[in-house]
């Protein structure tokens, strides 16, 4: 009976250590934000993975604010309670407007979370000097939080403090990268320019890899090539879904704004002679908008993997495009 009893309890044990491999853990941070569930009826389903073929580790219900941790792609991962997160459709969670991430900050003993904004309503939490929460509102010296995920009440905002670190939340779009270089499309000439795809294909590459996830599919510079139109110089002429602007004036905020929608982003440099390149911007790593903290992937190089690094070659804004 001991034998069969500890068996038990050993197959238990390496379940739960499963378990607690397969789903990672993951507490507020100081990029972290709140999102609200926007469904109709039934729950959100949060998953271990960014994929709807993932296991599910809990649920979400209507109108329930949850921490959000970071974006990838069409997902959220989020974290449902203390220290526990997963992913869930970024199409059913609207991001607070506003909300930003503290941290406690009491000379001793914990902060109590109450039921209400004053000193007459219940304790229902203490919160750890050094805790992160998020703030989704301030009115009266009180300060309604999500905190261990998505449980909300309110404290005194003379006890939270803004992160020093606290910035931009980030986001990473899984966006195909490709090289204008590839042999198996390097020498493909673009319409009548006499011009080939190493030599003048960043854009056509660029292309290829927004269109590759905006559609779901694999669609390669060579394939682009046959859909595009370009003119006698080379130029290509931008497909009717795309949007460009020539407008440099916080340009970095435009772009992060299009990424925390899902939308990879084209931008073209220039240096001082004229010559212009395009990257695609792909993520940004949290924290301060610089463009350090942009991640891209560039068609001509394979060792330009930020924005910074690609400002350094070409430091000229000229242009972004984004599909509609």
Known sequence: MHRITRTLCAAALCAAALLALAVPSFAADANSRAGTVKITSGSLNVRSSPSTSAGVVASLYKNET????????NWWRVEYANGKSGYSSASYISEVSGSRAYRVKTTSGN???????????????????????????????????????????FVSAAY??????????????????????????????????????????????ALA?????????????????????????????????????VHSANYLQTIYDLLRAGKPVILGMKRASGSQHWVVVTGFAGGSLSASNFYINDPGSSTRTTLSAFQAAYPNFYKIAYYR
């Open 66 to 73: 949850v921490t959000l941790l970071s974006k990838e792609g």
């Open 111 to 153: 902060l109590n979370v109450r039921t209400g904004p004053g000193t007459g309503y219940g304790v229902k939490a203490s919160l750890p000097s050094g805790r992160t929460v998020v703030v989704l509102s301030q009115s009266g010296g009180w300060a309604k939080i999500v905190y261990n995920g998505k449980s909300t009440g």
């Open 160 to 205: 939270l403090t803004a992160d020093a670190s606290a910035g931009l939340a980030a986001v990473r779009l899984s966006v195909p990268s490709y090289k204008q270089t590839d042999s198996r499309w390097a020498n493909i000439l673009l319409g009548s320019s006499g011009e080939t795809m190493a030599q003048s294909g960043c854009t056509t590459t």
């Open 209 to 245: 890899m927004t269109e590759s996830f905006r559609t779901g599919t694999t669609l390669t510079p060579a394939d682009m090539a046959k859909r595009l139109t370009y003119a006698p110089a080379g130029w290509l002429y931008w497909p009717s879904n795309y949007v460009t602007s």
